[in-house]
């Protein structure tokens, strides 16, 4: 990725408020192929059917994460709100989130994160000077700020006046977005509110909101969200409570140890196979010949899947030495392409011989591999049913 798409990315990340690209991740992907367009080999679409294809996949990822959060929340069942409970709550939240409220935000982030990753990766902090010159990073650290400027003006002399293009082109491009998403936010948390408050307290608040405190208070409310204090104060709060976790790591555990372990269904008596079929709505015969296709002995499946693995790792083994080996040959062969010492036609009969029969070791020893990984997950399957 080229440098100016990369401080883009990372302008846009600090920019926009977290949840704006916050998206579960059990949200399956989708899986769009575009037809081939003539002409453009390179990728096998145009520009055109690119951008078609990534929206149409951002759109059904968006779709299925919204059903998902509806499923889980049961959102999409809850009972209509009251008219005049609604627009109560849509003027508390105006208030909340006036226009500009989230370019506020955004302003309390530019100069300070922004600017700071663009100092980082624009090439004048010590870091970089290290990457591009090779220098010893302490070395760096030891020069003024004069020096380091002028060392990073020697690669890119308009250094400075790219930083204030990708500024210039960024902010407005997100300011936009922020704009655009206001709406949304504020149609959400009225909803969220008409739920939550009765009418006298949404009215109360409304008036707070009136009043000049109120309105001083509204006004900043989002910004602070993103106050630097704010930030640095919740960056130091971590370390002690992954500390917490940490110093209670043997309790937890030993508290886990002591939960009775799950059931298989060769773990059910007679009753409570016969309870579990009237549950489900099958015989019990069904259940139990499902139990018994799957009850192997435990020490022998064991044996059989530790006898495979041991298969699979020599086989692995072989199998990458070969492939070191042709790989060595194939990138010799590739930097000196034009000499004639490598066409085989030239090689002895012996050394012929011996190549063709180490590649042919390698591609057995691979297909060794992948049947000893297959017969030690059939004989897994045995030991313990898919779930």
Same mark, same amino acid.
């Given at each position: 990725?080229?440098?100016?798409k990369s401080v883009l990315l990372a302008g846009a #990340?600090?920019?926009?408020?977290?949840?704006?690209?916050?998206?579960?991740?059990?949200?399956?992907?989708?899986?769009?192929?575009?037809?081939?367009?003539?002409?453009?080999?390179?990728?096998? #679409?145009?520009?055109?059917?690119?951008?078609?294809?990534?929206?149409?996949? #951002?759109?059904?990822?968006?779709?299925?994460?919204?059903?998902?959060?509806?499923?889980?929340?049961?959102?999409?069942?809850?009972?209509?709100?009251?008219?005049?409970?609604?627009?109560?709550?849509?003027?508390?939240?105006?208030?909340?989130?006036?226009?500009?409220?989230?370019?506020?935000?955004?302003?309390?982030?530019?100069?300070?994160?922004?600017?700071?990753? @663009?100092?980082?990766?624009?090439?004048?902090?010590?870091?970089?000077?290290?990457?591009?010159?090779?220098?010893?990073?302490?070395?760096?650290?030891?020069?003024?700020?004069?020096?380091?400027? !002028?060392?990073?003006?020697?690669?890119?002399?308009?250094?400075?006046?790219?930083?204030?293009?990708?500024?210039?082109?960024?902010?407005?491009?997100?300011?936009?977005?922020?704009?655009?998403?206001?709406?949304? #936010?504020?149609?959400?948390?009225?909803?969220?509110?008409?739920?939550?408050?009765?009418?006298?307290?949404?009215?109360?608040?409304? *008036?707070?909101?009136?009043?000049?405190?109120?309105?001083?208070?509204?006004?900043?409310?989002?910004?602070?969200?993103?106050?630097?204090?704010? @930030?640095?104060?919740?960056?130091?709060?971590?370390?002690?409570?992954?500390?917490?976790?940490?110093?209670?790591?043997?309790?937890?555990?030993?508290?886990?140890?002591?939960?009775?372990?799950?059931?298989?269904?060769?773990?059910?008596?007679?009753?409570?196979?016969?309870?579990?079929?009237?549950?489900?709505?099958?015989?019990?015969?069904?259940?139990?010949?499902?139990?018994?296709?799957?009850?192997?002995?435990?020490?022998?499946?064991?044996?059989?899947?530790?006898?495979?693995?041991?298969?699979?790792?020599?086989?692995?083994?072989?199998?990458?030495?070969?492939?070191?080996?042709?790989?060595?040959?194939?990138?010799?062969?590739?930097?000196?392409?034009?000499?004639?010492?490598?066409d085989r036609d030239t090689w002895s009969e012996a050394?012929?011989?011996?190549?063709?029969?180490?590649?042919?070791?390698?591609?057995?020893?691979?297909?060794?591999?992948?049947? !000893?990984?297959?017969? *030690?997950?059939?004989?897994?399957?045995?030991?313990?049913?898919?779930?």
């Amino acid at each position: 990725m080229s440098s100016w798409k990369s401080v883009l990315l990372a302008g846009a #990340m600090a920019f926009a408020p977290a949840h704006a690209f916050a998206a579960p991740n059990e949200a399956p992907e989708a899986e769009i192929v575009a037809p081939a367009v003539e002409g453009d080999e390179g990728h096998g #679409m145009s520009d055109e059917a690119m951008k078609a294809d990534a929206k149409a996949k #951002m759109q059904k990822e968006i779709d299925q994460a919204v059903a998902m959060i509806e499923k889980i929340f049961g959102t999409d069942k809850l009972p209509p709100i009251a008219p005049a409970q609604l627009a109560l709550a849509q003027q508390t939240t105006t208030a909340l989130i006036p226009p500009g409220s989230l370019e506020k935000m955004l302003d309390n982030l530019y100069g300070k994160l922004f600017k700071g990753l @663009m100092a980082e990766f624009g090439g004048t902090s010590d870091l970089m000077l290290s990457i591009k010159t090779g220098v010893d990073s302490e070395k760096i650290t030891a020069l003024d700020e004069k020096s380091k400027l !002028a060392a990073a003006n020697l690669f890119d002399p308009y250094r400075q006046q790219r930083e204030d293009q990708i500024t210039s082109i960024v902010k407005p491009l997100i300011s936009e977005a922020l704009t655009d998403l206001e709406g949304p #936010m504020r149609n959400g948390l009225a909803h969220a509110y008409a739920r939550k408050f009765t009418a006298q307290q949404l009215g109360e608040m409304n *008036a707070f909101f009136a009043t000049p405190t109120g309105k001083a208070y509204s006004a900043e409310w989002m910004a602070l969200q993103a106050d630097p204090e704010l @930030m640095l104060a919740m960056i130091k709060a971590v370390p002690p409570l992954v500390n917490k976790f940490i110093d209670r790591g043997p309790e937890i555990e030993k508290d886990f140890k002591e939960l009775p372990k799950e059931k298989q269904l060769a773990d059910l008596s007679d009753a409570e196979l016969a309870k579990l079929a009237k549950l489900m709505k099958v015989s019990v015969k069904e259940l139990k010949e499902h139990r018994d296709q799957w009850d192997t002995p435990a020490e022998d499946a064991t044996e059989a899947v530790d006898a495979a693995a041991d298969a699979a790792d020599v086989a692995a083994a072989d199998a990458t030495e070969a492939a070191d080996a042709a790989e060595a040959a194939a990138d010799a062969a590739t930097a000196v392409s034009d000499d004639p010492a490598y066409d085989r036609d030239t090689w002895s009969e012996a050394d012929r011989t011996r190549v063709e029969q180490l590649e042919e070791a390698a591609s057995n020893a691979n297909s060794a591999a992948y049947d !000893a990984q297959e017969q *030690a997950v059939a004989n897994a399957r045995k030991k313990t049913p898919s779930k």
